[in-house]
């Protein structure tokens, strides 16, 4: 089978889907298109399936074939009705509706091998014809069976970032399941679909954050660094509500956005680390202290902030702060900030530090330190001193042409 035809196939499908805000019901902003490696990713994994003859999947599929031999060009072999299942996303066009009608029986099937399967072939098929489908899916995750349940949620973790909207109610429920192996791979989706589309994940974390349940907030939290520098003023609402929030590891999460939000996002990202700074978490402030370093020193905000740092009570905030200051000012102004900051310090390190800021070397230091400060003398050139070529000129021998150079022949003057 040529999987790169498949490949186009599916894309040219997946565009014809238009994810909606479900409150105003305008189109999605799409971050951007997805690599070939993504839309293979929602294939069933190789095997037989790929080898079958458009003109027998839909029989096989369905049941009519029990099993069909494949031809030796192919690879051999035998192909049975769960790889017709499989292969559903290769039939021809005129043959999608038929193909369609047998996928969503199979997702009703009495026998749960035939589910799981019609499970595993639905995200490569959703991309050709999607309507009923995510109904199914919902149905699925709540089977009787935990290995249709299994396949349903790695469905859900394939589709959720392909029909956002589609899957929206889904994954609400999910997100707050009881069991721990819904809810992670519920969160896991949630990231992949905050990956292509930021307003979804804006959306659902905004949610969360608000929730009572604390395993709630933490992981929409853990899942804002996806959204740092897509999800635009809303996302640094969700950042600055989670690093006022009253558990420790929810600002822990958020303060690890700060830095990256620093790159890009320079102003917002000042004025939350200026709230960070202040967090009686040690963590938290030392995920501020890396952003702050990142930030334009020349801005009176983050001047400011490394002034106030280096009266703060926090040893290690302290230290980074005050290894900042000769970066935001100099010259006197420096010297009068280190003096000031030197009667309050009891840290050894540091004051050392304030005092070699505080001395003005020029004028206070040892002689060697006052010397370093002087311009070097010009090296001036003796004039009795003569050029090595001409040097080399005179040591030689002179001969009759040099008669007028020494004003008599060279014999008058050998003697």
Known sequence: MNRGSVVRRVRRMAREYIARDPRTGKALRK??????????????????????????????????????????????????????????NRVFEEDIETAHGILLNCLDDDSADIREVALESMPSFSMRKHEGLIRCLSDRLMDDSPEVRDEAMRSLEKMAPVFPSGCEEILRRELRHQEDARRKNAFSALKSTSERWAETGCLHIDELIREEDVDLRRRAASI????????????????????EDEDAEVRRRASKTLNSL?????RIAAILVEVAMSDDDAAVR?????????????????????IDGARDRDY?????????LSIIMSGTELRETARELLRQETRSDLRKRLVALSTDLEME?????????????EQVQDEDEKPPELKMISNEKKGEHHKDELSRPESEGSK
Request: include cysteine; aromatic fraction near 4%.
């Open 365 to 377: 230091g040892t002689e060697d330190q006052k010397n370093s400060f002087l311009a070097p003398l």
């Open 316 to 324: 290690e905030l302290r230290k980074a702060c005050i290894g900042l």
């Open 286 to 306: 030392k995920s501020a202290m890396g952003a702050l370093k990142k930030l334009n020193m020349e801005s009176p905000r983050v001047s400011r902030m490394v």
């Open 262 to 266: 620093a790159g890009s996002e320079p």
């Open 31 to 88: 971050s951007r298109v997805k690599e070939d490696s993504d839309i293979r990713a929602l294939l069933p994994s190789g095997g037989t399936w790929e080898s079958i003859p458009r003109t027998d999947i839909l029989g096989l599929a369905s049941g009519e074939l029990g099993v069909i031999e494949l031809p030796r060009t192919s690879g051999g072999g035998f192909a049975r009705r769960q790889d017709g299942i499989k292969a559903l």
């Open 224 to 243: 804002l660094r996806v959204l740092t520098t897509k999800g635009g003023a809303e996302g640094w609402d969700l950042i600055g509500w989670c690093l």
